[in-house]
C-alpha cells in the first residue's frame, strides 16, 4: 500500500483538475484547471524513473557501480513543463482578448449573443 | 503601471545582480551538474521580472524595446541549429556531438573530476538555449503588462 | 440545463472509478521485474561518459541521445512566444 501512494497523488491531481474544468464557469479557474492536469503528469512522468535505493544520475567522483535513477523521463518531463508554459501563456493571452470583447467572465455567457433572437 | 516605493527599488539593486550570477552560473555548468539551458533561462527570467515590478513597466519599455529581444530570441534559436548542422558538415549525421576528442574546442572526456573543458557541443548548446529562454520568457512578461497597462487608461 | 448537468456528472464518475481504479493495480514504485528491465537506460548510463564526454546523465540525454526532442521544444516555445506578440501588437496603436 505504501508503494502506491505517489500514483494515488497523481489522480488526487488529475480528478481536481478535471472537476475545475467541467464544473466551474470562472474562465481563469478553467486555466488554473489545465495547469493542474499538467502538473499530475508530470509528476507520474518523474515517478516512473524511480530503482530502489538509488541516486541522481550524476557522476562526481570516481566510483562505479552505483545504482543511479533512469535519465529518459527525466529528459521527457523537461520538454513536458516547457511546453506547458507555452500553453498556459497562450490560453491566458486569449482570456485577456476575451474580457476585452464582452467585459464579462463568464463561459455561459459568451457564445450567447446568437442566441437571443 | 507604475514603480514601487525606493526601498523595494534599492533592495532590488542589490538583489538582481546575485540572481543573474547564480542563473548564468546554472547555465554554464549544465554538463557538470544538474541543471542546463532551460533551468538556468527560466532563473535569469525570474531576475527579470523583479525589475519589471519594482521599476514600473513604463521605465522598462522606455529602455528595452520588445524587437530587441526578439531579435536575441531568434539568434539563440539559430545558434541551436547552426550547431546542429556542424555534424553534417563535418561528413556524419545530423546532431552529431563533433567536438568530443578533437582538439578544437571543449574536446576533453569527463571522469567525475568537474572539468569544464568537456563534453563537445553540448556547453555551446546550452549557452544558445539559455539566451533563447530568457529573451522569450521576458517578452511574454513584458507584452502582458503592457497590455494591463494600457486596461487602465480606458 | 439538467440534462447537461447529469450528463457531466455522470461521465466525471466513470473517468474517476477508472483512475482510481488503476492507482492500485500498477506495479510497486521502484521495483523492476524480468520482464521491464531497462535495458536502454543501462546502456547510456553506463556509456555516457565515454561518448558524449559529459558527467550530467540527464543534459547527454536531452542535447546528444535524443537532441531532436529538444529541437521540436524549442520551436514550441518560439511559436509561443510569437504568437502572444503578435496577439498584443494591435493593442499598442
Avoid: C
Avoid at chain 1, 38 to 46: A, P, Q, T
Avoid at chain 1, 81 to 96: D, E, H, N
Avoid at chain 2, 32 to 41: D, E, N, S
Amino acid at each position: 500500500m505504501i508503494y502506491q501512494i505517489p500514483y494515488i497523488a497523481v489522480v488526487a491531481l488529475i480528478l481536481i483538475g478535471l472537476y475545475a474544468i467541467i464544473f466551474r464557469r470562472n474562465l481563469i479557474k478553467m486555466v488554473i484547471g489545465i495547469t493542474l492536469i499538467e502538473s499530475g503528469v508530470n509528476l507520474f512522468l518523474i515517478t516512473l524513473a524511480f530503482q530502489k535505493d538509488s541516486t541522481a544520475p550524476i557522476y562526481h567522483g570516481s566510483e562505479t557501480g552505483l545504482t543511479m535513477s533512469l535519465p529518459v523521463p527525466h529528459a521527457l518531463t523537461l520538454t513536458s513543463i516547457v511546453i506547458g508554459v507555452a500553453v498556459t501563456a497562450l490560453m491566458l493571452t486569449l482570456v485577456i482578448h476575451i474580457y476585452k470583447h464582452y467585459q464579462t467572465l463568464d463561459a455561459r455567457k459568451i457564445g450567447m449573443e446568437g442566441d437571443e433572437e | 503601471m507604475s514603480g514601487m516605493s525606493r526601498i523595494v527599488k534599492t533592495v532590488t539593486n542589490i538583489t538582481f545582480p546575485l540572481v543573474l550570477i547564480y542563473g548564468l552560473y546554472v547555465i554554464a555548468h549544465g554538463h557538470l551538474t544538474p541543471g542546463g539551458g532551460f533551468q538556468g533561462g527560466a532563473v535569469v527570467a525570474s531576475g527579470l521580472a523583479m525589475i519589471l515590478v519594482a521599476y514600473g513597466s513604463v521605465w522598462t519599455m522606455k529602455k528595452i524595446n520588445e524587437k530587441h529581444l526578439s531579435a536575441l530570441e531568434s539568434l539563440g534559436a539559430l545558434g541551436f541549429i547552426g550547431l546542429a548542422f556542424l555534424g553534417l558538415i563535418f561528413g556524419t549525421w545530423f546532431f552529431n556531438n563533433y567536438l568530443v576528442g578533437n582538439e578544437i574546442l571543449f574536446g576533453e572526456i569527463g571522469r567525475g573530476a568537474a572539468n569544464i573543458y568537456t563534453a563537445g557541443v553540448i556547453p555551446l548548446m546550452n549557452f544558445a538555449v539559455g539566451l533563447k529562454v530568457i529573451a522569450g520568457l521576458f517578452a511574454i512578461v513584458l507584452v502582458m503588462a503592457y497590455a494591463t497597462r494600457l486596461k487602465e487608461g480606458k | 440545463m439538467s440534462l447537461r448537468n447529469s450528463v457531466a456528472v455522470i461521465f466525471f464518475l466513470l473517468i474517476a472509478i477508472f483512475f482510481v481504479f488503476s492507482a492500485f493495480i500498477t506495479h510497486p514504485f521502484g521495483e523492476f521485474n524480468n520482464e521491464n528491465s531497462p535495458e536502454m537506460d543501462q546502456y547510456i548510463i553506463d556509456n555516457t561518459q565515454n561518448e558524449t564526454g559529459a558527467d550530467n546523465g540527464v543534459t547527454s540525454v536531452v542535447f546528444d541521445y535524443r537532441g531532436f526532442d529538444t529541437l521540436g521544444e524549442a520551436t514550441v516555445l518560439f511559436t509561443a512566444v510569437a504568437g502572444v506578440i503578435i496577439l498584443f501588437r494591435r493593442l499598442k496603436k
